[in-house]
Each structure stands twice: as structure tokens, then as C-alpha cells.
């Protein structure tokens, strides 16, 4: 199996900073967790403590893997809105998926896209040649942005939550 380089973990665009989790940000983890809603956390936001956990064990997989998501913040303002970068996920790591999850006060604006094209210039720096994502069916603004980003459906699955489409993007 070839070897790769670790992806970066600073990353800057116009708008956005990516930079690595710090225990600091257990709160608006718990924040952007408690946006999804009843199905997938339970009631309300999880407790700060399970945010540092969240946090640990992610730092824990990015030694592993040489892969992270990145806690993505406004350059201007300073506050966090939301979560970009690449994970082992449903893949690999030698084909990791890119994933990214924002605050609703963030959407529409293009800062998934801008966040997403940063860690695709990352991915490719790590020597990898394709990237994967899945995205529920439901989630027509995550497949807007893969598709700016050059994504494409590959297969569809299922698991205990539904259907799962597939997408695929090689790397230059």
C-alpha cells in the first residue's frame, strides 16, 4: 500500500480558516451537533463533556490517519461555523471521503464549497488519487456542492437510516 503525506491541518481561503479541534470548541461542537435534530443525538445538545470526547477522539484518528475534519471559523468574524476535511468515514485511507457539516446560520452562502475546495487542494498535496463522500438522499444542498466541486454519482446503498448515494472524485 503506498504511503501518504498527512494532509495539512492550516488551511485559509478568502473567508475561512481550517485549523485542528482544541478542547475549546467542545461548546460549539455540542451547538452544531444539537442542529440536527432528535434523530441522530437524542434530545437537546450533548453535554460539553461528550464534545471533548468527540474532540479526543478525533485528534486520536488524525495521528492514526494523517486525515482530519477541521473546525472551519470566519476569518473576519472569528466564529465557528461548522466542520470540513477528510475521514477513514465509510472508505479508506488511501480513498478517504471529504466531509463538512455547517451551522444553519451559515448556509447558503457558499462556505461548504469554499471549505470543500480547500481540502480537495489538500487531499491532492497528500498524493491520494480519489476521494469518495456519501450523502443521504434527502440532502439537496450537499449535492450541489459536490457537484460544483467535480463529484459523481458512483452507487447507491442502504443502511438502518436509508438510502446513501455515492459519490466519487479522482484527484489530479
Known amino acids: 500500500m503506498p504511503s501518504y503525506e498527512p494532509m495539512s491541518f492550516h488551511l485559509e481561503t478568502e473567508r475561512l480558516r481550517l485549523r485542528p479541534w482544541a478542547e475549546s470548541d467542545a461548546d460549539e461542537l455540542c451547538a452544531l451537533a444539537s442542529e440536527r435534530g432528535n434523530s ?53 485511507v488511501a480513498e478517504p471521503e471529504i466531509a463538512y457539516e455547517l451551522l444553519r446560520r451559515a448556509h447558503g452562502r457558499g462556505y461548504a464549497t469554499e471549505a470543500a475546495r480547500v481540502v480537495l487542494g489538500a487531499a491532492a498535496a497528500t498524493g491520494r488519487e480519489r476521494l469518495w463522500a456519501t450523502v443521504r438522499t434527502w440532502n439537496t444542498p450537499s449535492f450541489r456542492v459536490l457537484e460544483k466541486l467535480g463529484f459523481e454519482r458512483d452507487h447507491l446503498s442502504a443502511d438502518d437510516r436509508g438510502e446513501l448515494v455515492w459519490l466519487t472524485r479522482s484527484l489530479p
Open 40 to 92: 441522530e443525538r437524542g434530545n437537546g445538545a450533548p453535554a460539553v463533556e461528550r464534545g471533548r470526547e468527540v474532540i479526543s477522539a478525533a485528534l486520536a484518528a488524525t495521528a492514526a490517519t494523517g486525515l482530519a475534519l477541521l473546525p472551519v471559523r470566519r476569518r473576519a468574524e472569528g466564529d465557528f461555523i461548522g466542520y470540513c476535511g477528510l475521514t477513514v468515514g465509510r472508505s479508506t
